[in-house]
């Protein structure tokens, strides 16, 4: 692939406009890309699919076999190095193939755990020995493999796990002792990547067979949603653990535990993208067949906008996930063969905040979805037999999973702040240039979305200033301020989505004129309309809590001037019927 060039750092999108030369979309995939989508489509379609039923009942000979099956078609090993037995493929490819296998519930959660998770620590921060020991196996899936982390006292603090690892007195092993709850691919799995404290000290990552003495499993846990996959608790007693299995350095355990999941954030963030999408696809089936007062529930206009806006969110999400993922693999696509731990640790940190919206954005796009989908097929989505009931119990763990939506939420405006705290951007010099633009009414776009593009500027500055009320409110200790915070990363998430969602939009204009992009115009329309209501309500809510009187009246005229310029642009009703009628005629998603 030619890479997108990427030349700004993580997180940028907050202060700077993006340069449309950076922007990577759907539209620019490669023909490697759509062969490994077709791959992993194909498979999809005709190996799993048909085997619902049974892998919900938790057939785990059934699961396993259609792991094993997807690493013959090489779909376990895209981010394996090609020396060790992978494919290598980038990040791109990573995600379509995440899209792909999103919409299959429980076994989609064994495969993109396996591939991310329980195989990228390897792949980034095992030794030589290690990655060809463990690698090719793991990529064939010969080997399947699970992540541990969560403790029945540690979950989203993972750094205060209590599991344990001393070193014998003949210095050949470290003795693991402790328990990790929630282990994803638990029963089936050959490797596990458990943390545990050196000398309950220093917090180090191994590599732990599943054969070593002293490592046994609890129970299958009994779970509301995604009932097919192994959930269990992997329990350590005097597990001995060969010392050339320690992953990394003793005491850096957080530097893998931590950099990894943004990847796994990455990526749930595609899997719940390919689920939205396959909500939309049985809902439209569904409502375009039950009629009701005489016609199709889908003639209505009120399901029509449902509809429309359901495939607008699905539009943003899909922007969201394709830009991050040329982000990502322009910090990481040259490091499969680096030994440089903390170049490694470095860029996988670099778009942190990216891969915590992609996450929260997907998981609740998900959500989103499966709750109309629901309401759509009425009293039938209460039902087994129509799938949507699964689908609304599969989706929740979304929002749990690789750190919840809250502290992901934490995460992202901290970044900036820990930014601007050691002198990496000037926050005040940002806060003071985005206020004057919004009074002096921003800058004047010429052509084609010219008030989106515009649009885009107000959510950044308001962005922005409230970022630098809440510092100016808190300073130092704004760390504990999580309800400031909380809104500030929601106004973050809205910036990253529309200016996604917009400049796809302008790219394709540019590229195929008017005609061309008029569904994807459409799309950015609704979305953005949407977003500019919440955004409002978001900062005047934000901004009444930080600062009253004169200031905070003139402020919150000042919000609702600025959001209200962009709020009313075009008829929504007809552009939502369109909308859905487009979604109608091919029976799916679609925005060309």
């Known amino acids: 692939m030619n890479k997108t ?215 299958e846990e009994e779970k509301m949603g995604i009932k097919g996959s192994s959930t269990r608790s992997v329990i350590l007693e005097d597990c001995e653990v060969p010392v050339e299995n320690v992953l990394g350095e003793i005491g850096k355990g957080h530097v893998i535990a931590l950099n990894v999941l943004n990847l796994g954030r990455f990526n749930l963030g595609f899997a719940c993208m390919g689920g939205a999408k396959q909500g939309l696809k049985m809902t439209i089936s569904y409502i375009q067949e039950r009629k009701q007062f005489g016609k199709a529930i889908a003639d209505f206009p009120a399901s029509k906008e449902k509809v429309a806006k359901m495939a607008s969110q699905i539009y943003a999400a899909e922007s969201v996930q394709y830009r991050t993922a040329a982000q990502l693999e322009d910090a990481l696509g040259g490091l499969y063969e680096s030994t440089d731990q903390r170049l490694i640790a470095k860029k996988l940190s670099e778009y942190a905040t990216e891969c915590a919206i992609c996450k929260v954005f997907g998981s609740e796009t998900l959500d989103y979805v499966a709750d109309e989908a629901l309401q759509l097929h009425g009293g039938a989505g209460f039902i087994k037999d129509y799938g949507i009931e699964q689908m609304y119990r599969d989706s929740r763990i979304n929002r749990i999973f690789e750190g919840t939506n809250e502290i992901n939420r934490l995460l992202i405006p901290t970044h900036l702040f820990r930014k601007a705290m050691k002198g990496e951007i000037n926050l005040q010099v940002k806060v003071e240039e985005a206020l004057q633009e919004l009074q002096n009414g921003g800058h004047a776009y010429e052509g084609e979305l010219a008030s989106e593009r515009a649009a885009v500027d107000v959510i950044r500055n308001l962005f922005l200033v409230c970022a630098g009320l809440t510092f100016e409110a808190f300073g130092p200790n704004l760390v504990n301020e999580q309800e400031a915070l909380m809104r500030l990363a929601d106004l973050a998430i809205y910036l990253f989505a529309t200016e996604s969602s917009v400049y796809r939009t302008y790219k394709s204009l540019l590229k195929n004129g008017v005609k061309e992009s008029s569904i994807k115009i459409q799309l950015t329309q609704t979305y953005l309309q949407n977003a500019l209501w919440e955004v409002e309500r978001i900062a005047r809510s934000l901004t009444a809590d930080l600062i009253n009187g004169e200031r905070s009246r003139k402020l919150s005229g000042l919000i609702v001037r600025e959001c209200g310029r962009y709020q009313t642009q075009g008829k929504s009703y007809e552009r939502n019927r369109q909308i859905a009628e487009r979604q109608y005629s091919v029976g799916q998603y679609v925005c060309s």
């Open 5 to 219: 060039e990427q030349i700004k750092e993580g997180a940028s999108f907050l202060y700077s406009p993006l340069d449309l030369h950076h922007l990577f979309t759907p539209e620019d995939v490669s023909d490697e890309h759509r062969m490994i989508g077709a791959t992993a489509k194909q498979f999809i379609e005709k190996e799993v699919i048909p085997q619902k039923e049974e892998i919900e009942k938790q057939n785990i000979e059934l699961i396993v076999s259609l792991l094993h099956k997807a690493g013959n078609l090489g779909l376990l090993a895209h981010s394996v190095p090609e020396q060790y037995g992978g494919l290598g493929l980038d990040k791109i490819s990573k995600g379509i193939v995440g899209e792909h296998v999103g919409i299959t519930g429980s076994y989609g959660v064994a495969q993109s755990n396996h591939t991310c998770i329980a195989t990228l620590p390897i792949t980034y921060f095992g030794t030589e020995e290690q990655k060809a020991k463990y690698l090719p196996k793991l990529a064939s899936g010969e080997y399947i493999g699970a992540y541990c982390l969560t403790e029945p006292n540690a979950g989203s603090d993972a750094l205060s796990a209590q599991t344990t690892a001393r070193l014998n007195e003949a210095g050949t092993h470290y003795i693991l002792n402790g328990t990790k709850i929630f282990i994803t691919n638990a029963v089936f799995s050959d490797t596990f990547i458990v943390y545990a404290k050196v000398d309950g000290e220093h917090f180090t990552a191994f590599i732990v067979e599943k054969g070593f003495p002293g490592l046994s499993l609890g129970p």
